[in-house]
């Protein structure tokens, strides 16, 4: 396949709708047709139903013992369009100074960038590995980082330096806060809601266990954790009921209710203690309901030691004297437990990301190539 420019790249992946709950085959058979070439190895890593995959390009040398080399990560997904857009969520849009579309900025962007970099590096010339690594599911819970973890083994022998290239407005992050998502759902009994002593409603410990729940935020909000320093804005573990459905109609005692609710550790915890007072604080509140409380996704925080080469390296092509946070989870909560060094670094705005009209800058594009290349050169050629 012929190069594209970053740009006409760009514009190619935007076209595919690999939003989450699409299979994202056809992009990912489009990048490993446009990665193929001589001299490149090209893995496919699917995802138990089949109908997704994760996407695995290395060039140069076999990865050795010393992991030395690059790797170049992100997530081919998107999350849904949505209402409110002035232009085709789906067709890359040039507003003079940046390029709108769902995906421009989280993170399409960076994987065009990333493509490009990885097809013109000439592998005879390369003393280290170069390597891609492009997930499925990430928007969802890092779910193609998480199935790579326990079902491709050839990844552990992979560059130990890693960039995930997540929207940080080109700053440089080596820590972010875990997330971890929960559906409590509430049974009961139907019955005509004239005939109450016939039925259960299921709404009714659901509501004593949203309370309970915002009792449970406001207490996390107060408490002293470590690491909370890195996270200025929100220096705490917040908790979000995010959904609630139940009951069909008015007249009928509902038979069903179900929560859901996500909250994001900090580094330094796993989710498990945070999970045992999330079920402690529902099934107290609900009783004598009992209900189901089943996790949906656990995505593990990030901390990258500062001395990192990554870190180092990225901080001194950017000029950044310290690395900043992300509030948000990535695939390299995953990653880092493959002996990875992951460093969050990408072209585009995480505040404009998932709202109509995204976009990533023009400048901010041009700019991230060429550290990028920079970066390839220093581990992988120099």
Not at 229 to 248: D, R, S, W
Not at 249 to 269: H, K, W, Y
């Amino acid at each position: 396949m012929p190069a594209l420019s970053d740009a006409d790249l760009l514009a190619r992946l935007i076209a595919f709708d690999s939003t989450s709950h699409n299979s994202n085959l056809p992009i990912a058979d489009f990048l490993c047709d446009y990665l193929d070439r001589p001299g490149v190895r090209i893995a496919r890593n699917l995802s138990p139903g089949g109908d997704k995959t994760n996407v695995i390009a290395w060039a140069g040398p076999e990865p050795a013992g010393d992991r030395r080399g690059l790797v170049l990560s992100g997530h081919m997904d998107v999350v849904p369009a949505g209402e409110g857009w002035t232009s085709d969520p789906f067709q890359l849009t040039d507003r003079g100074d940046r390029y709108v579309a769902r995906g421009a900025s989280d993170m399409k962007g960076f994987l065009a960038i990333a493509a490009n970099l990885f097809a013109a590096a000439d592998s005879d010339r390369l003393r280290a590995p170069l390597a891609l690594v492009f997930t499925y599911d990430e928007e969802v819970g890092t779910l193609g980082a998480r199935h790579l973890l326990d079902s491709f083994p050839e990844a552990a022998a992979l560059p130990r330096s890693v960039v995930i290239g997540e929207p940080t407005s080109l700053k440089v992050a080596r820590a972010h806060k875990g997330h971890v998502k929960v559906r409590v759902t509430f049974h009961g009994r139907n019955a005509h809601s004239a005939y109450l002593h016939l039925g259960v409603n299921a709404i009714e410990p659901a509501g004593r266990a949203i309370a309970a729940l915002a009792g449970l935020r406001r207490d996390l909000e107060c408490e002293e954790t470590p690491y909370r320093e890195l996270f200025p804005e929100v220096p705490f573990v917040p908790l979000n009921v995010g959904t609630v459905h139940g009951g069909t109609v008015i007249n009928v005692v509902p038979d069903r209710c179900t929560v859901e609710l996500g909250a994001r550790p900090l580094p330094g915890s796993t989710s498990e203690p945070l999970l045992d007072r999330i079920r402690e604080t529902v099934r107290a509140a609900a009783a004598p309901a009992e209900p189901d409380v089943e996790v949906l996704s656990d995505s593990p925080s990030l901390l990258l030691d500062e001395t990192s080469e990554i870190y180092r390296a990225l901080c001194g092509l950017t000029g950044q004297s310290t690395g900043s946070s992300v509030s948000f989870a990535t695939d390299a909560g995953w990653l880092q437990h493959l002996g990875m060094d992951c460093a969050i670094f990408g072209p585009g705005s995480i505040e404009v990301a998932h709202k109509p009209d995204e976009f990533v800058p023009k400048a901010e594009m041009e700019t991230a190539h060429g550290l990028l290349e920079q970066l390839i050169h220093s581990f992988c050629a120099a």
